[in-house]
């Protein structure tokens, strides 16, 4: 296992369309992290993982988004009904926590997405 | 909620020394992350700091004052490769991130 990695890497869609992106983590990481990134900006949190549970999602993060991790293994992050403003690199990052350990994030390559 | 600010863009000279500073105000801190971003690349993690003080790695050292609410990274040796978006980001179970600063290194 060579990292975090993410799919598509690209996408475009027309606004109104729904898109998902798929995120595999670093096998032995029980932590998945989903964050937004857009041009100028430092990473914005959506939610997170601990295995399979979803223990928080941001409070700016409308409804038509939502992410799954079925099995604690892989995770999907849907966004429905797309729209101009959701133009942006989503980064799925994964970490190992518990004890004493750090946290250290591992960020996959990111999905952008444009939405015309 | 967290609020972390950095300055937007620095420039230097091939070869000298700069310092980012970072000022967070949070609601939980468990550590503070610095991480580097090549455009149109992901961040890669530089350095950790949970306790007050210097934390030194190669050509790049860290330092934090949690009763300040305050963190530098400093870059030394600077090569043109260190041009890059460098973000400070404080854990509170999950990272939340500055806006990062942008560093230019001139020949």
């Known amino acids: 296992d060579t990292g975090v990695s993410q799919d598509p890497r690209h996408k475009i869609t027309k606004r109104g369309q729904n898109v998902t992106f798929r995120c595999d983590p670093i096998s032995e990481h029980n932590r998945l992290y989903w964050y937004r990134q857009t041009l100028g900006q430092g990473p914005e949190f959506l939610t997170y993982?601990?295995?399979?549970?979803?223990?928080?999602k941001s409070r700016l993060l409308s409804d038509r988004f939502s992410a799954e991790r079925p099995k604690g293994s892989f995770s999907t992050l849907e966004i429905q009904r797309t729209e101009q403003g959701d133009s942006a690199m989503y980064l799925c990052a994964s970490s190992l926590e518990g004890g004493d350990y750090t946290g250290e994030l591992f960020f996959g390559e990111g999905s952008r997405l444009t939405v015309l | 909620g967290q609020n972390i600010d950095q300055p937007t863009e620095m420039t230097a000279t091939e070869g000298a020394i700069v310092q980012i500073n970072c000022t967070y105000q949070t609601s939980g801190f468990n550590g503070l992350f610095w991480y580097q971003q090549h455009a149109g690349e992901a961040p890669t993690f530089l350095s950790y700091?949970?306790?007050?003080g210097l934390e030194e790695k190669g050509r790049f050292s860290s330092f934090l004052s949690r009763s300040k609410g305050y963190s530098y990274l400093l870059l030394k040796e600077l090569q043109m490769k260190d041009s890059a978006s460098y973000l400070c980001?404080?854990?509170?179970?999950?990272?939340?991130f500055g806006a990062g600063t942008t560093v230019t290194v001139r020949a």
């Open positions: 993982f601990q295995n399979e549970a979803q223990l928080e």
């Open positions: 980001a404080v854990s509170n179970y999950k990272l939340s």
């Open positions: 700091n949970v306790l007050d």
